[in-house]
C-alpha cells in the first residue's frame, strides 16, 4: 500500500523535533551536529532568535495579502538585494526552482521584447542541477531525473562543464543565455574557475547571450561571500537565488539587471504566495544578520579552519578520503566507499552530511558555526572512517 506521503524521497528512519543552532534534537533527546543544514537551507542554524523574532512578530500582525497589491517587506528586502549585488530589480517566488524559472524565462523574454523571438534556447552544463520542475529536469539535463517524464522541454543544449570551446561551438542564432552555477552543488562541489567564467562572460557580451548564474545553493554567505560570483568578479545578467534567503522559510528569488529584465511587462509573469509578508520578514531578518559586518569575515575564517582540518583526512584515511573539494562552508569530501554509506556510518555517530554526484559528501554547515564544531565534526569523520573498512568489506567477504 503506498504510503500516505507520496514515497519519492529515501528518507532516514529519523525526525527531529527541535534545532539549536547548529544542532538538530530527534523525538530521543539525542542530538545531531547538522552539517547538512536542510541542504544549505538553515544557513543561520536552526531558531535563531533574531529569525525567530521576526518571523512571531510578522506572525502575529499579517500572513498574506497577495501581489495585487503592495508589500512593504518585498520592497526593503529587494532594495537591499540590489545595493549588495550587481542586480537592478527583484522577482520573489518560494523555491529555488522558481528562481530558475523566472530566470528562463526572463531571457527568452528579454529576447522576444527585441524583436529576436526566435532566440529562446539556453547553454547549461554536464552535472548541472537547476530543480525538478520539467523545464528545470531539462536545464539540468540528467537522465536520472528525466526519465519517465514524456519529451524533454526543448530549448536546453548541454555541453561538458568547464569546456570553452563547447560553449563556443553551441551558440547558435537560436541562443537565448547561458545558465552556470558557479559551484556544482548537487553535482560533485565542481567550481568553475574564475578565468571560465570570464571567459563565458566574454561570450555573452560579444554574441549577444544573456549570462545567468545559479546561485540557489551557493549564495547568501555560503562560500564566504555574499554571492559566489564575487569570488571571480564576473557579474551574470540574471541570478537565482533561494537556500539561505529564508534561513529555512521557503523564498526564492531571480535578481537581474534592468536590461536583462526589460521584457519582463506587467502581466508577464507571478506567483500567488512569492514575496509575502512572513517570508519577506524572514528574508530582512536573514540579511540584518549575514549584512553585519563581521558576519561574512567569521565564516571565511571558519571556512579557513574547517578547509585546512579537513586537508589532513585524506592522508590520515587514504584507504576512506581522495580530495576535499568547495569554497567557503560549501565543502565535498570525495570518497572511495560508496558516499550514501559512509553518510549513514556519520549518522550513526550524530554528524548529518549530505551526498552529492560524483561519490562526494557534502558538507554544508551552518554558517554560524564555530572551529569546536568543526572539531566535533572532525572527531567523527575519523571515527567513522577507522570503523568504516571492516564493515565495508563484509558483503564482498560472504
Ligand atoms: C536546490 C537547488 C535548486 C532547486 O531548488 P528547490 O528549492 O529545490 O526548487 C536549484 N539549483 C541549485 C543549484 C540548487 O542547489
Known amino acids: 500500500m503506498i504510503p500516505s506521503v507520496l514515497p519519492t524521497y529515501s ?72 545595493e549588495a549585488t550587481f542586480a537592478d530589480t527583484v522577482f520573489f517566488g518560494n523555491s529555488g526552482v522558481e528562481a530558475i524559472e523566472c530566470a528562463l524565462k526572463m531571457a527568452r523574454r528579454f529576447h522576444y521584447a527585441r524583436g529576436e523571438g526566435e532566440r529562446f534556447r539556453t547553454i547549461t552544463f554536464e552535472g548541472a542541477f537547476h530543480g525538478r520542475t520539467l523545464a528545470a529536469i531539462a536545464a539540468g539535463g540528467q537522465p536520472k531525473y528525466l526519465e519517465g517524464f514524456g519529451p524533454k522541454v526543448e530549448g536546453f543544449d548541454q555541453v561538458p562543464f568547464g569546456d570553452l570551446r563547447a560553449v563556443d ?95 519582463m511587462t506587467v502581466g508577464s509573469h507571478a506567483s500567488t504566495f512569492g514575496g509575502n ?24 575564517r571558519v571556512a579557513n579552519f574547517a578547509r585546512q582540518q579537513l586537508a589532513a583526512l585524506p592522508s590520515e584515511y587514504p584507504h576512506i578520503f581522495e580530495d576535499v573539494r568547495g569554497q567557503g562552508l560549501m565543502l565535498g569530501l570525495k570518497i572511495k566507499v560508496p558516499n550514501t554509506a559512509f553518510i549513514d556510518e556519520l549518522r550513526e555517530r550524530k554528524l548529518l ?37 571492516a564493515r565495508a568489506t563484509e558483503p564482498e567477504a560472504a
Request: charged content about 20%.
Open 169 to 263: 561551438a553551441a551558440v547558435a542564432q537560436t541562443s537565448a543565455a547561458i545558465l552556470i552555477e558557479p559551484i556544482q552543488g548537487e553535482g560533485g562541489l565542481c567550481p568553475a574557475t574564475p578565468e571560465f567564467l570570464r571567459a563565458l562572460r566574454r561570450l555573452c557580451d560579444e554574441r549577444g547571450l544573456l549570462l545567468i548564474f545559479d546561485e540557489v545553493q551557493t549564495g547568501v554567505g555560503r562560500t564566504g561571500k555574499l554571492f559566489a560570483y564575487e569570488w571571480s568578479g564576473v557579474e551574470p545578467d540574471i541570478m537565482a537565488i533561494a537556500k539561505g534567503i529564508g534561513g529555512g522559510f521557503p523564498i526564492g528569488a531571480c535578481l537581474a539587471t534592468e536590461r536583462a529584465a526589460s521584457g
Open 277 to 300: 509578508p512572513l517570508a519577506m520578514a524572514v528574508g530582512n531578518a536573514v540579511l540584518d544578520v549575514v549584512l553585519a559586518p563581521e558576519f561574512l569575515p567569521r565564516v571565511e
Open 11 to 82: 528518507r532516514a528512519d529519523l525526525a527531529f523535533v527541535r534545532g539549536e543552532g547548529a544542532y538538530l534534537i530527534a523525538e530521543d533527546g539525542t542530538r545531531y551536529l547538522d552539517f547538512g543544514a536542510g541542504i544549505a537551507v538553515n544557513a543561520l542554524g536552526h531558531a535563531h532568535p533574531k529569525l525567530v523574532a521576526a518571523l512571531s512578530e510578522q506572525a502575529s500582525r499579517l500572513w498574506h495579502t497577495s501581489n495585487l497589491y503592495r508589500v512593504p517587506g518585498q520592497e526593503r528586502l529587494a532594495r537591499r538585494l540590489v
Open 353 to 389: 552530511a549530505v551526498a552529492a554526484g560524483g561519490n562526494v559528501v557534502r558538507l554544508l554547515p551552518p554558517l554560524i558555526v564555530e572551529e569546536d564544531h568543526v572539531r566535533e565534526a572532525l572527531r567523527i569523520l575519523g571515527e567513522a572512517a577507522a570503523a568504516f573498512p
